[in-house]
């Protein structure tokens, strides 16, 4: 009787979801306030929706897309006009407070096929070789949270996206507010509902984008207003919704209502009765006294039965704490937690050796994240407050192409630094074992823009210049999607504060230090410039800067001047490569990789120009040949190499700072 019912049932609703396909052709809008029932929305990759009519694009899980996209395509022909408004309420919950990744974007496209767009990249729209493609007829309103490998992006901002990651007009999240009569920023990884409009007028040609918290109407000044022709981008046929991705870093990505019209403005939804977010773990309850002071109670009687078994376990776990480390508190890991994720710091463990310690990979139990975490040893507890001080506020940069630092935790004789995870480890790994696949160029390219705009980031684009000191391949760090991160930032002043004695206080790896430093001894932009000039070279020639001490003809940059004297630059590409690159950008990468190399500083390009060169906005054939200025050890400056404090190390790559966060193997 029940199979009988319930197939019954399942004819019915066969037939009522075949309904809305008849009115389809003549959908002007709609609008959801919480995804119920007869929500028309197709599903794809994570996205779920909850019983309460939450749409939930993205959880936790890393490099993982979600889209959600109005099952019918909607008209957008010039007869029955471009015009459309929508809007929609979303909100962004971090896994880790305040860092969370990639974002959500309002997409109109001409299919919902997105099965060759990358899975944890590009918001789940593009890959390498459709983005900025004009045959992709793709708008995209995104929400980011992340400043990007797009060059220029900032944090927290909307952006209009057209073909192409890369957004034509972008704003950082605010909105005006009339009373206060100012800009209100707002913070997008709050895991706070926001509320985001977005309506074309085909007449004035404007796209503009309004958002505000979901406790004000619309704002009357849109927050982005563009100017824009959709009839060279939109076809005839479209389908609207929404694509959002995670990355190394994830958010759960939620959609919470959405209104949306093809005939006049969009109605605006019902806040109150969208359905809410879930519980967020650690958030109080409120209004939940008694069980509180229940719970309170109980915590008392467990403490004093747990004093005695605390007195046992705390000389493991102990850990060291001032006072002046209190305002670092979320910043902070419990030895504890980094002790139980790492297996107690077991050897099998170990990702990594370096120059300061072992690297560990772990899980956090509280929230599954994969950290990778160097253990430091340190003997003398000077300089440790102003260091600590500088670890946290490199942990406040945030950079698609930065190796993400989480916090740190301190013990007797020990620092330990916890970063986010990279699972396929350092780049020189690529380049020069077999034990990892060969790179293809777009990728090595891709790499190179990423470890570029993450440099420019911290060179020019934070609140006070940061210099890395040792920028190099083996600092380059793989995510799942081979994007490429720069590792060790800032790490380099640990030599300052004194943590390693006995080594040299001239930090940097030999053939990526520029010859002043032999001399001043101060690292600077330039310094950073030269050496990601070795970085360069290695990745397009697939050599080490220099291969084998003191011979001359095995140092890159001279053999790669060399090449360009003789006419062609070309037969320095890495041979693996198999001819298999786009020959304007690898003669880009190799003379830009000579120019970064100049041995006069001021030669040398800034951050910000290497990327207007690699972005294509600059034109190195501005820059003249001069094959005598190349390089650390062009004429007099051989001499000064083999006086170098550190030449007496053993190996010729011999790196005073190891990487931190290496694969194991
Ligand atoms: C995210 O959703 C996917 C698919 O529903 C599931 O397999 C995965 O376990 C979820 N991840 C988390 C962290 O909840
Ligand atoms: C637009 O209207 C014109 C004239 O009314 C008609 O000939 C044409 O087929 C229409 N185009 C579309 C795409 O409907
Ligand atoms: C990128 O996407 C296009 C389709 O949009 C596909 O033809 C192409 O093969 C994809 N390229 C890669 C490298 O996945
Ligand atoms: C995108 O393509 C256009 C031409 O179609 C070009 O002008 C622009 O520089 C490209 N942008 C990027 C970031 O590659
Ligand atoms: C877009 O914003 C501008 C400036 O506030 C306004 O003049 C215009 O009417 C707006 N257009 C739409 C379609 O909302
Ligand atoms: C507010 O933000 C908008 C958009 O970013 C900007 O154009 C405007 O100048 C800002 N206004 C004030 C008063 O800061
Ligand atoms: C679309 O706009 C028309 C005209 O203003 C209005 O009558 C209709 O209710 C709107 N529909 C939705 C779903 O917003």
Redesign the pocket.
């Known amino acids: 009787m029940a199979i009988v019912l319930r197939s019954l049932l399942f004819l019915i609703l066969l037939y009522v979801s075949y309904i809305p396909l008849a009115l389809a052709q003549n959908e002007k809008g709609f609008i959801y306030n919480g995804f119920h029932d007869q929500a028309n929305l197709g599903l794809d990759g994570?996205a779920?929706i909850h019983p309460n009519g939450l749409l939930q694009l993205?959880?936790?899980?890393h490099n993982?897309v979600g889209r959600a996209f109005y099952q019918f395509p909607i008209k957008f022909d010039t007869n029955s006009s471009l015009s459309f408004s929508t809007n929609f309420v979303f909100a962004m919950v971090p896994e880790v407070d305040n860092l969370g990744g990639e974002g959500i974007a309002f997409t109109i496209s001409p299919s919902t096929d997105f099965t060759h767009a990358y899975a944890n990249r590009f918001l789940g729209l593009f890959n390498d070789s459709n983005n900025n493609n004009t045959a992709n007829h793709i708008l995209a309103i995104e929400v980011d949270p992340v400043p990007g490998a797009d060059f220029g992006d900032i944090i927290n901002h909307v952006g209009i996206d057209v073909n192409s990651i890369d957004s034509v007009e972008l704003a950082p999240t605010t909105y005006f507010s009339i009373e206060e009569g100012k800009n209100i920023s707002l913070e997008l990884l709050s895991g706070n509902p926001m509320h985001l409009w977005i309506d074309y007028d085909e007449a004035e040609k404007l796209l503009n984008v309004t958002l505000a918290p979901t406790t004000i109407p619309k704002p009357d000044r849109p927050l982005l207003s563009t100017p824009i022709d959709l009839s060279e981008i939109l076809l005839e046929s479209m389908y609207v919704g929404f694509s959002s991705a995670t990355g190394t870093l994830?958010s759960s990505h939620y959609i919470l209502g959405w209104s949306f019209n093809k005939s006049g403005p969009a109605q605006s939804l019902d806040v109150a009765s969208l359905p809410p977010l879930p519980e967020r773990k650690g958030k109080d309850k409120p209004g939940l006294v008694i069980m509180t002071s229940l719970i309170a109670v109980a915590v008392v009687l467990i403490t004093v039965a747990g004093v005695a078994a605390y007195i046992l376990r705390r000389k493991k776990y102990e850990e060291l704490q001032e006072d002046w480390e209190e305002e670092y508190g979320p910043h902070r890991f419990s030895y504890k937690n980094l002790h139980k994720a790492t297996k107690g710091f077991k050897d099998t463990e170990v990702i990594g050796e370096g120059g300061f310690g072992k690297v560990y990979m772990g899980i956090l139990p509280s929230s599954?994240l994969q950290i990778a975490v160097k253990r430091i040893s340190h003997d003398s507890r000077q300089g440790m407050k102003e260091f600590v001080a500088e670890i946290v506020s490199m942990g406040r940069l945030r950079h698609r192409n930065l190796v993400q630092l989480l916090g740190y935790c301190r013990r007797r004789g020990e620092l330990l630094l916890v970063y986010d995870y990279m699972p396929n480890g350092s780049l020189d790994k690529f380049l020069y074992s077999n034990e990892k696949p060969n790179l293809h160029w777009v990728q090595r390219f891709g790499i190179i823009r990423g470890v570029a705009s993450g440099l420019l980031y911290l060179h020019e684009e934070w609140e006070q210049v940061v210099l890395h000191r040792d920028v190099k391949s083996s600092n380059v760090l793989l995510d799942a999607g081979l994007n490429g991160k720069l590792g060790d930032f800032g790490l380099a002043k640990l030599y300052d504060h004194g943590t390693n004695p006995q080594t040299t206080r001239v930090v940097g790896t030999v053939g990526y230090l520029a010859p002043e430093l032999t001399r001043t001894r101060t690292a600077t932009t330039f310094s950073d410039v030269f050496a990601f000039g070795a970085f360069l070279l290695e990745v397009a020639c697939g050599r080490k800067p220099i291969e084998g001490l003191v011979l001359p003809e095995r140092i890159l940059v001279d053999w790669v001047a060399e090449c360009w004297r003789k006419g062609d630059i070309l037969d320095a590409s890495d041979p693996s490569l198999e001819g298999n690159y786009v020959v304007e950008e690898m003669e880009l990468v190799l003379k830009l990789g000579l120019f970064c190399s100049h041995s006069i500083p001021a030669a040398r390009p800034s951050m910000k120009q290497v990327v207007q060169f690699l972005d294509g906005d600059a034109d190195l054939r501005e820059l003249p040949y001069d094959s005598a200025s190349f390089g650390t050890f062009t004429s007099n400056e051989s001499s000064d190499f083999t006086s170098l404090p550190f030449s007496q190390a053993s190996g010729p790559s011999m790196s005073t700072t190891d990487s931190i966060l290496r694969d194991g193997s």
């Not at 993205?58 to 899980?61: D, Q, Y």
């Open positions: 994570i779920e993205t959880n936790l899980s993982e994830a599954n």
